[in-house]
């Protein structure tokens, strides 16, 4: 039985690797370590096939350690300490150099089965290589994070993915012999989704489907192929992006039916819980915010929540918050606000702090005028006082400007009660 494309192609080397410049080009940050053999625990994060497992293989044939292999799926904590065993015996036995771990989808390892690499990681036991399509931030407990250098890994470029056709169509011993022209390739690059893998699969399909010699690739070609309902719900393809898209948009929309369908598509495509509820903090507060406080309380309960308990039973606490935030009162004042702030900064640079807004905790600092003349606000009738808080050259400024709506109203009022003329809108 032939080996898929994807693999016949799959490259031993850095001269024959494609893609991630930044990480093995001529100048990336590991092409000198792996050169020099000098590995340390690393953790490769980016979407599948960007060929994360073909560059731990390279890096342990290029510096000559013995290398050991698990996925997160399939194993657990007896597999772990038994490799840590196993590497213990053939350390300086067949080389002096300290065997590579390399874990597949390392972010499905529970936090006692990530506990047990740390001995062995720490003590040079073993160098850990893990590959992983979530955030290590979220997903690889803090004390192994510490002890690996994190590298992000790219989708493929257009140009990659060119690259990895042509290379099939002249290198593999099956597919070269067949007469193969790339005459539209749009339809096939989309489907891939910048993912390697995915496209020489496809693109194998192509080849094996046609009765003839001569395989002319177009679009019709490619859609007609290509069942639908392969590509229904990519988590990391253009699907993924469109559909996390229209979710978002429904609820800042204020359209239930709309946010709860593309929910449902979410969870149906094998979404990650957490990726759904992390979305839903990031819009409580950007397309929600001070309209309705509460709402970015119950994405964050929400998250906590189904974090907790997992799928199936977590559709029903996300399908809840949805809901809420779709029927909540909207407002991005405190987004937009941010975003005016920042663009001020980088206009305006490093402004002073004015002398009365400074702190003084030496005398030195008080005898050249930090903190002279500050108004303490609780000293005051309604614990205000009317005082300049931005740097001199911004004086006047205007960054928050409220929403319409009953909260935001409310602070409206009390902003032109206290400011008079300084906040007017």
Known sequence: MNKPLAER???????????QEHLVGDKGSLSNQIKQGVIPSLIFWGPPGTGKTTLANIIAKTSERPFYTLSAINSGVKDIRE??????????????????LFIDEIHR????QQDSLLGAVEKGIITLIGATTENPSFEVIPALLSRCQVYILNHFSKEDLITLLEKAIQQDDIISKKKIILKETEALLR???????????????LVNNSNTDEVIITNKLVLNTV?????????????HYDIISAFIKSIRGSDPNGAVYWLARMIEGGEDV??????????????????NPTALIMANNCFQAVTTIGFP????????CVIYLATSAKSNASYMAIGKAQQLVKQTGDLSVPLHLRNAPTKLMKDLGYGDNYQYAHNYENNFVAEEFLPNELSGTTLFEPSNNARENAQRDFLKLRWKNKYRY
């Open 274 to 291: 957490k990726f759904i509820a992390r979305r839903l903090i990031i819009l409580a507060s950007e397309d929600i915010g001070n309209a």
């Open 83 to 100: 490799v840590i065993e196993s590497a213990k015996k053939n350390t300086g036995l067949f080389t002096t150099k300290n065997p590579i």
């Open 9 to 19: 192609l799959r490259p031993n080397s850095l001269e024959d690797y494609i893609s």
């Open 313 to 320: 039973e977590a559709r029903i606490i996300l399908s809840q």
């Open 191 to 205: 489907i891939s989704g910048g993912d390697g893998r995915k496209l020489l699969n496809t693109f194998e399909l």
């Open 109 to 112: 390892f529970s936090k006692s």
């Open 227 to 239: 069942q639908k309902n392969t590509v229904l719900y990519d988590k990391t393809g253009e699907q």
